[in-house]
């Protein structure tokens, strides 16, 4: 059964990088049938898609948040990371990993991770 | 950049009364592009709905997608007391590749 798992710092000072890491068991992330995606949601609030990647490296970023936003992945470990640059308290949210069928739309998720942007 | 927007924001009902929820795009989006997905507090969303019509694995059939074009419609025929959550509805695009989400329709208990 797939299972997504997202790991990485809850606290992140303002101006500096967060990162998280989403490690993917139960199936692989070379599959040539999914997108690997970061969908983020601020407390009280909607989501919001960040950006998505395939195993080839091929990724899609929300025009938003694309000048700030670097994903990737690594096969041999089955992961892929997300890197958003330049926080703010704006970027307070719960992130979400996602398998994606096709980049249509989110077959599984992961728990989620709360981070908080603050000093 | 196509919008979804979701409606009402909040629909009040009792266990199984017939809920109906509505999403309007503001240009007529692919139906094989639009999906439903439940969110429940404290847990990660589950998808529903894919392709406005299709149910997911292991959802029970009392939910149904419909709509074409532009509005799309999510019914739960007789809702469960486990039916009470958020409700989003997602469109994905293809020039470029992009998804969005609706803001979301909470179904609470009258």
């Known amino acids: 059964q797939l299972q997504l798992q997202e790991s990485g710092p809850g606290l992140v000072k303002p101006s500096e990088t967060l990162s998280l890491t989403c490690t993917v068991s139960g199936g692989s992330i070379s599959s040539s049938s999914y997108y690997w995606g970061w969908i983020r949601q601020p407390p009280g609030k909607g989501l919001e898609w960040i950006g998505s990647i395939y195993y080839s490296g091929s990724t899609y970023y929300n025009p938003s948040l694309k000048s700030r936003v670097t994903i990737s992945v690594d096969t041999s470990k089955n992961q892929f990371s997300l890197k958003l640059s330049s926080v703010t308290a704006a970027d307070t949210a719960v992130y979400y990993c996602a398998r994606q069928r096709s980049m249509v739309y989110a077959t599984g998720w992961g728990q989620g991770t709360l981070v908080t942007v603050s000093s | 950049e196509i919008v979804l927007t979701q409606s009402p924001d909040t629909l009040s009902l009792s266990p199984g009364e017939r809920a109906t929820l509505s999403c309007r795009a503001s240009q007529s989006i692919s139906s094989n592009y639009l999906a439903w997905y439940q969110q429940k507090p404290g847990k990660a969303p589950r998808l529903l709905i894919y392709g406005t019509s299709s149910r997911a694995a292991d959802i029970p059939d009392r939910f149904s997608g419909s709509g074409s074009g532009t509005d799309f419609t999510l019914t739960v025929s007789s809702l469960e007391p486990e039916d009470f959550a958020v409700y989003y509805c997602?469109?994905?695009?293809?020039?470029?590749?992009?998804?969005?989400f609706g803001g979301g329709t909470k179904v609470e208990i009258k």
């Open positions: 997602q469109q994905y695009g293809s020039s470029p590749p992009e998804l969005t």
